[in-house]
């Protein structure tokens, strides 16, 4: 079956400018993850949704950062207020939602690059 | 509280062995093993269980000291395909729902 897919795949915009990143987790799955990666380091986890709610936003940096999953499908992770701090590539992860160290299976990212 | 991989890199001659180590400060439940290449999302390999389960699905074995806080990664007759790098993602016993992931180790392999 299909896998995890992000929209866009690449994102250009300038300092202060307000973008959405968009998450289509695998079917049935009912766990979805954020996380950002930076060049050369590893993913660092930013929020984990069980269906519509948000279980853990520990990860988020500040309150520029929010994510919404209304439907427990489909995820959108919202960034106000761009820095160019915040150019990194983000990715969406999915798992079956078990809660017992399911696997993640991740998305292929969205590079986000603010100017 | 990211957990540090040893060598930080390594570079290979196709068909050698290559053993990638994941060090955590803090206890462990489980450990998710994937590798990524340049570009592209990180691919899961394996994940060790406390208590000795493990489950994966490619030619890599791995092991768990839970009381070391510690897991290895053991390549074996190494593969082109094996490049990549690698990420250890670990999870703590009081939070089963996200991955605190390591510091990376790049791994090379040459024909």
């Known amino acids: 079956g299909a896998g995890v897919s992000q929209t866009p795949s690449n994102k250009v915009t300038e300092k202060g400018k307000y973008v959405e990143l968009r998450c289509d987790p695998i079917s049935g799955h009912t766990a979805l993850y954020w996380y950002r990666q930076s060049l050369g380091q590893g993913p660092e986890f930013l929020i984990y949704f069980q269906g519509t709610g948000a279980a853990d936003d520990s990860g988020l940096p500040n309150d520029r950062f929010f994510a919404v999953r209304p439907e427990g499908s489909v995820s959108t992770l919202k960034i106000q207020r761009t820095e160019r701090g915040d150019s990194a590539v983000y990715l969406c992860?999915?798992?079956?939602?078990?809660?017992?160290?399911?696997?993640?299976?991740f998305g292929p990212g969205t590079r986000l690059t603010v100017l | 509280q990211q957990p540090v991989q040893s060598p930080q890199a390594v570079i290979l001659r196709e068909g050698e062995d290559a053993v990638i180590n994941c060090s955590s400060s803090?206890?462990?439940?489980?450990v998710h093993w994937y590798r990524q290449k340049h570009g592209e999302a990180p691919v899961f390999l394996m994940i060790?269980?406390?208590?000795?389960e493990q489950k994966g699905h490619e030619k890599i074995s791995a092991s768990f000291n839970e009381k070391k806080q510690q897991s290895s990664l053991y390549l074996t007759a190494s593969q082109l395909s094996y490049s990549g790098t690698y990420f250890c993602g670990t999870e703590p016993p009081y939070n089963t729902d996200k991955l605190i992931f390591g510091t990376g180790t790049r791994l090379q392999v040459f024909p």
């Open positions: 803090k206890a462990l439940y489980s």
């Open positions: 060790l269980l406390k208590g000795g």
């Open positions: 992860a999915s798992s079956q939602g078990t809660g017992e160290s399911d696997t993640q299976y």
